[in-house]
């Protein structure tokens, strides 16, 4: 997963992030944590996110100090830690996510550090590594092993010449280390080759001819890579693959780049055309791909919908029609796969929200209920059966389900809060007027601009 900058993300993220750069500039650092932490939540590779997130941990902490209290006082810290060392075996984003949660209130925690820079290098994020490599050194200059991480998180993030120069450090320390030697050399080995060739020039075994078609190959690669393509960009890349058909028409690869630059141009007929081809070709029985199939189809409903008149006469009935359609479509669908692939948890859950959208109270229960299994998707399965519950007036199964769901929320984000605003609102149902009101005001510590908490809590304190 290659780090992203702020023009990378998507408009609503940058406008959030601007939002929290803001209250970090007000001082406000827990509202501005919790903005940030949401951001990443979403966007993992979002790295100037995580620069201003760490800038305001230091910052709420009062610049940092206290150093050494925090590396021996951080025993509360263990079970999180254990935590996300679980968590990087299968699932090195939510050891991050653990990992920040400790930082967001110990931010020189060096368990919390190595946990992140470990994860983040298995997650294919060296900067974020190196952010807290280059943390855990200011305090330990010389420790071998961190310096190694440090040099091969630089290697990793296109820092050759920065990472040759640890790796040179650490040699002089340790000058009879065979394998910090021949790594040192492996590394002044690629990046020549990085260089492009001028070399072969000099030997005169090369031309500029070669080098620039090298360099016209790494930008149209790099620009394949690109997940989020702009149009010229998307419309270079049909011409040049539609160019490649004829001499590679069973590559089911070319076929399915081009099916995702047709959707993306919003020519979705042609885009589900390769992807029917993809299918009739024998190869396409995967979920992944079924699933791109019914997303091109959802965008086509949705198209079809941003392209009505507001202001015509019969908008509302032709709108209706297309989300009833829509929503059927992806019913069927998802039923369809559901069955396909039985044991398939994330389809699951996938049924199990559509079924609660839809009004399915009891479908969705019981798809919601297998969905639990899944340790990425537990807790909104069981925010989403804890509002199954309400649904059906079983308040006291529903708080119960969402007070649950709320405990293995370990960040405060976007879908925490939601979970908490969830049990508040059940409480009320149930007459809880207190209880429910310091559930609102949890969010309201960190959130003051969600939903009308706002308008609870001042309205609570106005009638004391």
Known sequence: MPEKSLHEIPLALRQYFEKGAAALQRENFDYAISIFNDIL??????FECREFLRVTQFKKMGGGTGFFKKVFGGASSSPLIAKGQIALRNNPLEAITVA???LNNDPQNTAAHKLLAEAALAADLPR???FSLEILLKHAPKDKELRLQLAR???AGGEATRAEGVFAEVLRDYPNDSE?????????ARKTLDEGGYEALADGQGSYRDILKNKAEAVSLEQEKREVKSDDVAGRLIQEYEARLPDEPNNLKLLRQ???????????????????KIQSSGAGGDSSLERAIAETIVKKYDHALAQLDPQAPDYAEKSAQIQ???QAFQIAECQQRAEKYPTDLQIRFELGQLYFQAGKISEAIQELQKAQANPHRRSQAMGYLGQCFARRGMNDLAARTLQNAIKEKVPFDAEKKELIYALAGVLE??????EAIEQYKLIYEVDIGYKDVAAKVDKYYSGQ
Do not use: C, W
């Open 128 to 130: 974020t590594a190196i």
């Open 100 to 102: 920040e949660h400790i």
């Open 324 to 326: 009833a359609e829509r």
């Open 258 to 276: 081009l099916a995702e630059l047709y959707a993306q141009k919003k020519d979705f007929d042609r885009a589900l055309g390769y992807y029917e």
């Open 41 to 46: 939540a979403k966007e993992p590779a979002f």
């Open 153 to 155: 998180a630089l290697a």
């Open 429 to 434: 149902k149930m007459g809880k007027a207190e």
């Open 180 to 188: 910090v030697a021949q790594e040192l050399k492996n590394l002044s």
